[in-house]
């Protein structure tokens, strides 16, 4: 088989307890390019950068980062593997009892040799190029959610990765720093010559700056394509999900028993359940 | 400077620990650990032992000298054999030292008193005194005095 | 009758795991120790769980102390022994109620507090994130803690014994009037240092041992969200006072019981 992505997903399937999260995908990710990973809540986003990062064990199928496959390797060489790539949490994820420099410093201390004024140059080079130097002995509990957010991308990019991975970059981010991330996210990807992978569902941002999407629904694939094609695809829960329509083939209910059945079910057992909640 | 604090903190903290230990070996325990290592064992035969513990002091003169470690019955003479622990510098009981059970007021604990002999020769390790004084038993001694009150009338 | 069999052994087979991934957690953090500025985070964290437990223990320790010596006067005094007041008090404190109170104490200021805090660390994706630093959370957050735990509530069980014993001089003293030197005298008769003292400091190691683990894998495995993190704080409380309350027992009854 021949591997072209930086990032390989093969026939992988996910569990959580009994309800499949993935069933069966396979996904490749390019080098050089942003893809934004896409999908109503709950399809799994978040699990698919865990699978990534090598947080989780796929129950079945494999993932390859660089070519390797990260099941096979021991904990010295995924630690050594992760050095190469950055991720950006959905909270941000600072570590509250240091101060925003330590946070930025943090991954350089860890796994590079750099002396003090190396570290302290470099700190700062990473804290400008997200307008973040001024605030340097800050703690993260004085930040806004927005500065937290792009102090934590100044530390996933400390190391010089060479991909990076955005969990939900700009949820509950007031518009200028949405914008600003998007910028940055754009800025950093074409200047780093990054792979960039970013999880979201705000479509507008997210298909603004990405190369290409991928659209997961219901433990599937649903397209992987350019923006601009999805845009205009013709398969109907493409379309709902990229023009967000309340009603179409993607349900609205989470899976249950027919509602007939259990309206028609007897009182008693409803009334019980209804007692045990009050 | 928040930092240094914390060192300094933290330093007090493990001396005091250390220090409580410390105080707790010697003054509140006595330091028994330093004086139990250098000891030698006598015995004594009582026709009754009677309210005689473990850990009761030895005394010599009021002078606390040892300490008693058990109290059994010795099976040949059916007498107590109380076993003592006396402390090492203590190397001047004669013999014919003689050694009694006396209680500490009326009602307090039971002791072992030793009165020294005149003997030139010294009790060594594993020696038995030979000459006892009994436990002094309430009420034998309330009975009596009753009879004699009965018989002096 | 199957189901419920069945059912039951689920339920214990689920004890088991339980158990076995606190054991786990154990093991792997204390697979490799301070390493690489440990001792700063060691000291960090000696300052955290011992520090700022010593007011409460120094104030409660007092106290006890103080009622331990009025106590103890007045039942003595009914035997006309209140001269054996400080023995009393020093045997008690020693042997059962330093380490008792101040393992509970512990539990109760310290261990939920660790809980909290590592429980926040998940929920917000701290420990997530070392470990995409190719940092293991278990060797950085958890050790030192856990080691931190073992050394300090042996050295506040001492500071409180102290303390206690002081406190119980005040009244029994300086208060009621028993002689001083009876009171110390008496104590250091009846006091043994291998017995009594080294007796209570193992009992103390212990505790803090339970109450340090049960604290660390509650925070380590909460659900997190604020919900699963008070859950696992209240764990934390109930759990480990349990545990010390239980094994006060065991441990009573293997030292002083068999004498």
């Known amino acids: 088989m021949a591997v072209n992505g930086i990032i390989e997903i093969h026939n992988l399937s996910f569990f959580r307890g009994k309800r499949a999260i993935f069933k069966d995908i396979d996904v490749s990710i390019a080098a050089g390019k942003i893809t934004a990973i896409m999908g109503p809540s709950g399809t799994g986003k978040t699990t698919l950068l865990r699978l990534i990062g090598g947080q989780l064990q796929p129950h079945q199928g494999e993932v390859q980062l660089f070519g390797k496959n990260i099941a096979q390797l021991n904990r010295r060489q995924l630690n050594q593997l992760r050095s190469r790539m950055g991720v950006l949490f959905q909270s941000g994820a600072l570590f509250t009892d240091l101060t925003v420099f330590e946070n930025v410093a943090f991954p350089l201390r860890e796994h590079t040799q750099l002396n003090d004024q190396q570290l302290h140059d470099r700190v700062l080079l990473k804290l400008e190029a ?45 518009p200028i720093a949405m914008a600003v991330l998007q910028r940055l996210i754009k800025d950093l990807n074409d200047e780093m010559q990054l792979t960039s992978v970013l999880v979201s569902h705000d479509i507008a941002e997210a298909c603004a700056i990405a190369d290409r999407v991928i659209l997961l629904g219901e433990g599937r694939v649903l397209a992987h394509d350019t923006p601009e094609a999805l845009q205009t695809s013709p398969d109907p829960a493409v379309r709902q999900f990229m023009h967000g329509e309340a009603d179409g083939v993607i349900p609205f209910h989470f899976p249950a028993p027919p509602l007939a059945a259990e309206l028609l079910c007897d009182n008693a057992s409803v009334a019980d359940k209804q007692g045990g909640l009050l | 400077m928040h930092k240094r604090w914390i060192e300094i903190s933290v330093g007090l903290m493990l001396v005091a620990g250390v220090v409580a230990l410390l105080s707790l070996a010697l003054q509140v325990s006595g330091g028994h650990l330093t004086r139990s290592a250098d000891r030698y064992p006598i015995a004594a035969l009582f026709e ?35 076993q003592m622990q006396i402390n090492g510098e203590v190397n001047y009981l004669s013999i014919d030292s003689s050694a009694s059970i006396l209680t500490a007021g009326l009602l307090g604990e039971k002791y072992v008193g030793l009165t020294v002999g005149a003997e030139d020769e010294v009790l060594v390790a594993g020696d038995m005194i030979e000459d006892t004084q009994s436990a002094l038993v309430l009420e034998e001694l309330i009975g009596q005095f009753l009879l004699n009150l009965g018989d002096s009338n | 009758m199957i189901n419920l069999v069945a059912a039951l052994g689920e339920q214990l087979l689920q004890r088991l795991a339980l158990m076995g991934q606190a054991l786990l957690m154990l093991l792997q953090s204390l697979k490799v120790l301070p390493g690489k500025h440990g001792i700063a985070r060691l000291t960090q ?15 409660s320790a007092l106290f006890i102390g103080m009622v331990l010596g009025l106590q103890g006067y007045t039942l003595l005094s009914a035997y006309g022994s209140e001269q054996a007041v400080g023995q009393m008090v020093a045997l008690t404190l020693v042997r059962e109620l330093s380490p008792v109170v101040a393992a509970l ?82 104590m250091q008769q009846a006091v043994d240092f291998g017995e009594d003292v080294v007796n209570g400091m193992i009992k103390a190691l212990v505790f803090a041992f339970v109450v340090s683990w049960i604290a660390l894998y509650q925070g380590y495995s909460c659900v997190p969200t604020s919900q699963g993190i008070s859950t696992a704080t209240t ?6 006072s349990l545990a010390i309350l239980g094994f006060d027992f065991i441990l009573t009854a293997l030292m002083f019981g068999g004498a």
């Open chain 3, 45 to 59: 964290q000696l300052y955290v769980v011992g520090v700022q437990s010593l007011i409460i223990m120094l104030v």
């Open chain 3, 235 to 240: 764990r934390t409380v109930v759990y480990s």
């Open chain 2, 48 to 82: 009754n032992a009677a309210g005689l513990a473990p850990k009761a002091q030895v005394t010599l003169a009021g002078v606390t000298v040892g300490e008693v470690v058990a109290v059994v019955i010795d099976p040949q003479t059916l007498m107590a054999k109380v």
């Open chain 3, 105 to 186: 104490l512990f539990a109760g200021r310290a261990g939920s507090a660790l809980t909290a805090e590592i429980g926040l660390m998940k929920a917000t994706e701290q420990l997530a994130s070392l470990e995409m630093f190719g940092v293991d959370p278990l060797h950085r957050i958890v050790a030192p803690r856990f080691l931190a735990g073992l050394i300090c509530l042996p050295l506040l069980v001492a500071i409180f014994s102290l303390v206690g014993i002081y406190g119980g001089y005040i009244v029994a003293v300086d208060w009621l009037g028993v002689y001083s030197g009876s009171y110390w005298g008496n």
């Open chain 1, 130 to 174: 997200v307008g973040l130097r001024g605030a340097r002995e800050l703690m993260p509990s004085h930040l806004s959610g927005g500065m937290a957010r792009r102090v934590a991308l100044a530390r996933a990019v400390a190391l010089e990765p060479e991909i990076i991975l955005y969990d939900e970059p700009f949820s509950g981010q007031d």
